[in-house]
Structure formats: structure tokens, C-alpha cells
């Protein structure tokens, strides 16, 4: 079998790689280059806090793609996107505190689940019309139904919270993701870069023509035959899919659950934010918007605590805050100013 | 359980929901005129709430004495807030409103936050533990006199819109944009004043929900769902069925509570949201298409 030759997986690989960057300038591909780079050997180079705040980074990087697909491509504006998170982590946790199996095969449980819940969703929404902020007002009211009846389902610990057993790992066990910052830093990373690739690539396709047919001008699509209800649909479930692998991230990561904390509404704007404050619909504003929202957040956790002062919610004004000065300023988002003022603009999008 | 404690509690909750409703009656005007979906309805609330909490315990004045200047301070909030920053997004995608609002209601809920801190607050009347007795029902003095506080307001914002000079320009605007700027009504300055109508409103029932409820500063986005739960059953841009739905939500959540368990009522609630979005989109009362 000849497919399977090293050779010829390496020419496959090659050719794949090729076909994803076949448009983009070739300063864009060395930076972008560079930029990976750093970003793989940078657990050698930094200490354990800025690990883990690039850890968030990448987590909301990879949530804000998922989004993205949703509000970015199809633009279907949802706000209660920790649902799918929690459904995600919630399944993948109890299948591995209570039957012992990884998280991978706990993820793939969960898939169903959290695709046909957004089947749900989107079917009940697109079939009976119900778009815009309505749409919006849906899918927190769902988010919002999924936090309460965990707080009373008693089989995860309803509001007490569930917890996973953390033991000293003396090594990384990446099939059970138990183990150090670095493995969760790779995983997250890994998962990031596939979410940029998968994006790149709906957005490149046939799927990715008819999403900004339908964001556009949805009766326009329908009136040239685009099955807007199918694709919206698909954009839902791919979104919900890849943001419960997030929910298993974060349940393995942090090692509780609360359905307060999970299902929250502040944990749907939170994913939300990297990707309008970087840009919607851009590939590189959900990237963008994850490093300068986490950095400056940090930076003024830093400034606070250099002062002394101690304040709960001074982040959330922060975040209030940015994004007021981003819709207000910048409505596309930074990264379309950013990008025309390299120079880049039209080639990376 | 007798039938009487079903009525009791159905009782208390239809004046609960007369408060809701003048609540939601606030986002009702305010979407049917500026078409804009206030997104920080709870959390403007919960500033009422504050403003009464600490008026309260400044001033020993009763609560239902201080609407008029809770209701005027919310007032000239939200008049400043449609001129200073809404104002310039009339026109701009629905989304990019929504994240506006979104936005204000994140800086309200985390500096109420950070000035009064976690813990619940309530106020304590002379009358909280007074009710009236009629018959086999008892009724709670408090949610008596919020009721009926709700009702007036209520009848006094449908009297101005029916009746003042003012409230007819505003109609005008909501009816005919282009008309309104064709006969020489400043919209800008119409929009801004109904949005402060809007705030009042809500201002006037934070007022009264403070005599009910236990406050915290993170209350603000529940009331805001509410709210919008309250309004699209009752029919976006109808009073009439703000008041309605605020009532039907108010009995539903209050008999949850009853037969389930109260931590669990706005299940109920979002149930009804989801009943009605599928078989009645525009709500019971409400007459346009919502797309």
C-alpha cells in the first residue's frame, strides 16, 4: 500500500498544509510562522503564571472561533453559548469520576448531546422564525434553563458541585489529560490551531460561501436556492461541537464544576468578547481578541495587587469597558483596523 | 394542600406580577419606540434598588415615598444614557445595539458591585409584616401596597401616552420614523426623553421590588431576562401585554414555587418563553410579525 508510505503522508501533509496558506501573502506565512513558533516553544520560556494565563488565552481563542462560526459566519447571534461548554464538561467529567473513561471518548459522548442541543435550538428558532435578538434571547433563556436544572440534578452534585479527583501525577497522562500546565498548554494549544484550520477551511468552502450569503442578506440566499435553514442549522452544531470540546478542557483543567459558575451567563459573554473585540467574522480577530482582552486583564490584576487594592469586580468593569469602547470605536473590530493599517488587509482577511 | 393555599399564593403572585409587569412595561415602551432592545433593563433596576436601599438608610423615608425620586434619578439616567451613547447607534446592525447595552449592563452589575459588595440587602418597613385578611386569604401588606403602587404608575404612563401632547409626539415617532423628522419633531430628543420614561418605570418598580426581594448587586441580568421573558409573551411593543405577561409570569413562577421548589421557578418562566416564541411569536397581545 503505497498510500500509507511515510513519503507519501508527508507529501499529503504538505499538500494540505500548502493548500491552506495557497492565498495568503508570503509575509503573512512567515509571520504567521514565527507567530506559532513562539507559541510552541514558549513553555520552555516563561513561568508557571504566564503559562497558564496563555492557557486562557488559548481557551478563549478556541472558544471565540466556535462562536465565531455561529454569529461570524452565519450570523446568528447567540448568547448562550456555556451551555454547551457545560454540557460538554458536565458529561466528560462524570463519565470519568464515575466509570473511569478518558475524556476523549468522554468528548465524543458528549458530541450528541451538545449537537442536538443546538439542533434544538437552532430548529425551534429557524423553523418558527424566531431571529435576530429573539434568536439571542433563546439561547440564554436555554442556558439559563440548563443552569438551574443542574443545580437540581442531584446525579452531578446539583449546586454542591462536582469535583474531580486531583492526586500528585508523576507524569502526564494525556489520554486521562491528568497532568502539568505544559500538557494542558499543548492540548489547548492543539485544539486552537485545528479550530483556526477548521474555520479557514468552512470559510474557503462551498458551507463558508453560503454562511455570509445568509449573514448578508438571508432572502437574497434563499431566493438564488441556498437552503438557509440547513445551513444555519449546520453552523449551530458545529459551533455547539467544538465548544463542548472546550467544556472538557475546562472541566479537566480546573477540576470542578459549578453549574452557577458553568452555565453562567457571564461565562457566554466571556467567549463572546474575544471575538468582537478582535473582529466577527475574521479568522484572526478571535486570536486577537483573546491575547489583548486576557493581556490587559492580567495586566491590571498586576497593576491591583501591586497597589494593594483588592476589588471582585473590577474585571468585569474592565471587560464592560473594552467593549464599550470597542463597539462604540471600532465596530469591526481591532483586527480589520490592524490589518488595513499593515497593509494586510483583503489577503488574510 | 387546601384550595386556599393555592389562592393565597396565586394571590401573592399576581401582585408580584404587577410590579413585574410595570417593569417590563418599561422595556415595552422603550422597544416600541426607539427599537432599541434594552439589554441593561434588570441591571438599571438594581440601581433603584441601591438608590433606595441607601436612601432608606440615610433618610428612614419609606420606600413608597421615595418613588418619585428613585423613579426622576432613573429618569435622567436613562435620558442621559439614550442621548450621550445610544443615540449615535440608531441605524447601526441590531447586534451592535445589543452588545452596547450589554456592555452598560456588565459596568452597572460589577460597580454596584464593588461600591456595596456580595451580601444581600433588603429594607425593613414597619409594616413588613402586616397583611389584610379576607376571609381564608391572607394578604401580605407589602406586595399589597407594591401592587397597587404599579398599578397607578402603570395608568399614569397610559394616560400620558394617550392624552399629553408629549406622550401623542412620541407615539408618532414610534408609528413613523420619517414622518416624525417630516413634521418637525426632534426624534433625537423624543427618543431620549422615552428612553428616561423607560428607566422610570423600571426605576419605580425596583422601588417596590426592594420591599419584596433580597438585593444583590448580581440580580440585575436575571431581572433583565425577565423582563424580556415578561415582554415577548405579553407581545413586544404592547403596554397592555407587558402588563399581562407580567402578571402570567408572576402567578406561573409563584405556584412553581409552591408545587416544585422556588430556586427552580424561572425554569417555569423560560418554559413559557419557549411555549410562546413556537405557537404565538409575536405574543398574546402583540399584532406585528417579529421578523
Known amino acids: ?349 | 394542600m387546601g384550595i386556599d393555599v393555592y389562592l393565597n399564593v396565586a394571590v401573592a403572585g399576581i401582585l408580584t406580577g404587577l410590579v413585574y409587569g410595570l417593569m417590563a412595561l418599561g422595556l415595552s415602551v422603550i422597544f416600541g419606540v426607539v427599537r432599541v432592545v434594552n439589554f441593561a433593563h434588570g441591571e438599571m433596576m438594581s440601581i433603584a434598588m441601591y438608590l433606595t436601599i441607601v436612601l432608606f438608610s440615610a433618610l428612614h423615608l419609606d420606600p413608597l415615598v421615595m418613588l418619585v425620586p428613585v423613579a426622576a434619578a432613573l429618569f435622567v439616567f436613562g435620558y442621559a444614557l439614550q442621548a450621550g451613547l445610544i443615540n449615535p447607534f440608531i441605524g447601526r446592525p441590531e447586534h451592535s445595539q445589543f452588545l452596547l447595552l450589554v456592555a452598560i449592563g456588565l459596568i452597572i452589575v460589577n460597580v454596584l458591585l464593588i461600591v456595596f459588595g456580595p451580601d444581600a440587602r433588603t429594607v425593613q418597613t414597619s409594616y413588613a409584616f402586616d397583611s389584610f385578611q379576607i376571609g381564608a386569604l391572607i394578604i401580605d401588606a407589602t406586595k399589597l401596597y407594591a401592587g397597587a403602587a404599579a398599578i397607578v404608575v402603570a395608568a399614569l404612563l397610559f394616560a400620558f401616552f394617550r392624552f399629553a401632547p408629549l406622550g401623542k409626539a412620541i407615539r408618532a415617532c414610534a408609528d413613523n420614523y420619517v414622518g416624525a423628522l417630516v413634521v418637525g419633531l426632534d426624534v433625537k430628543r423624543l427618543y431620549a426623553l422615552t428612553f428616561g420614561i423607560g428607566a422610570a418605570c423600571v426605576g419605580a418598580a425596583g422601588v417596590m421590588m426592594t420591599l419584596i426581594v433580597d438585593v444583590t448587586p448580581m440580580i440585575g441580568p436575571a431581572y433583565t431576562l425577565l423582563a424580556f421573558v415578561i415582554v415577548i409573551t405579553g407581545g413586544l411593543g404592547s403596554m397592555a401585554g407587558a402588563l399581562l405577561g407580567g402578571l402570567l409570569i408572576g402567578v406561573t413562577e409563584a405556584l412553581a414555587g409552591l408545587l416544585f421548589t422556588p430556586s427552580a421557578k424561572s425554569m417555569f418562566a423560560f418554559a413559557i418563553l419557549v411555549v410562546v416564541l413556537l405557537f404565538r411569536p409575536q405574543g398574546i397581545l402583540g399584532k406585528r410579525s417579529i421578523v
Open chain 1, 1 to 349: 500500500m503505497s498510500a500509507t508510505t511515510p513519503s507519501s503522508i508527508a507529501a499529503y501533509c504538505t499538500r494540505v498544509a500548502a493548500s491552506l496558506v495557497e492565498d495568503v501573502s508570503r509575509p503573512a506565512v512567515i509571520v504567521l510562522g514565527i507567530f506559532l513558533a513562539a507559541l510552541v516553544i514558549a513553555p520552555f520560556l516563561v513561568n508557571d503564571y504566564l503559562l497558564t494565563v496563555l492557557i486562557v488565552v488559548l481557551y478563549f481563542a478556541f472558544t471565540g472561533q466556535a462562536w465565531n462560526i455561529m454569529m461570524g459566519f452565519a450570523g446568528q447571534l447567540s448568547l448562550g453559548h456555556a451551555i454547551y461548554a457545560g454540557l460538554g464538561a458536565y458529561i466528560a467529567a462524570v463519565l470519568f469520576k464515575q466509570f473511569a473513561i478518558a475524556p476523549w471518548i468522554g468528548f465524543f459522548a458528549g458530541l450528541p448531546v451538545a449537537a442536538g442541543c443546538g439542533a434544538i435550538i437552532g430548529f425551534l428558532a429557524f423553523r418558527f422564525r424566531v431571529a435576530g435578538v429573539y434568536f439571542a434571547i433563546l439561547t440564554i433563556a436555554f442556558a439559563e434553563f440548563a443552569r438551574i436544572g443542574f443545580d437540581h440534578f442531584d446525579y452531578v452534585n446539583a449546586s454542591a458541585g462536582l469535583f474531580l479527583p486531583v492526586a500528585q501525577y508523576t507524569h502526564n497522562d494525556l489520554w486521562h489529560l491528568r497532568g502539568s500546565p505544559t500538557m494542558f498548554y499543548y492540548v489547548i494549544l492543539g485544539a486552537a490551531v485545528l479550530a483556526f484550520v477548521i474555520c479557514r477551511a468552512l470559510l474557503k468552502s462551498r458551507i463558508g460561501y453560503f454562511w455570509l450569503a445568509i449573514r448578508e442578506d438571508e432572502h437574497a440566499a434563499r431566493a438564488v436556492g441556498i437552503d438557509s435553514f440547513g445551513y444555519k442549522m449546520a453552523a449551530v452544531m458545529i459551533s455547539a461541537v467544538m465548544t463542548s470540546f472546550a467544556g472538557v478542557f475546562y472541566a479537566f483543567f480546573y477540576n470542578n464544576l459549578f453549574p452557577e459558575q458553568v452555565f453562567s451567563i457571564s461565562r457566554s459573554i466571556e467567549m463572546i468578547l474575544g471575538p468582537i473585540i478582535g473582529g466577527v467574522g475574521t479568522l484572526f480577530g478571535p486570536i486577537l481578541g483573546a491575547f489583548v482582552l486576557t493581556g490587559l486583564a492580567e495586566l491590571l490584576n498586576a497593576a491591583m495587587s501591586a497597589m494593594g487594592v483588592d476589588l471582585p469586580g473590577a474585571k468585569q468593569v474592565f471587560y464592560g469597558v473594552c467593549l464599550l469602547l470597542v463597539v462604540v470605536a471600532l465596530p469591526e473590530g481591532v483586527w480589520p483596523w490592524l490589518a488595513h493599517r499593515l497593509g494586510l488587509a483583503g489577503r488574510t482577511q
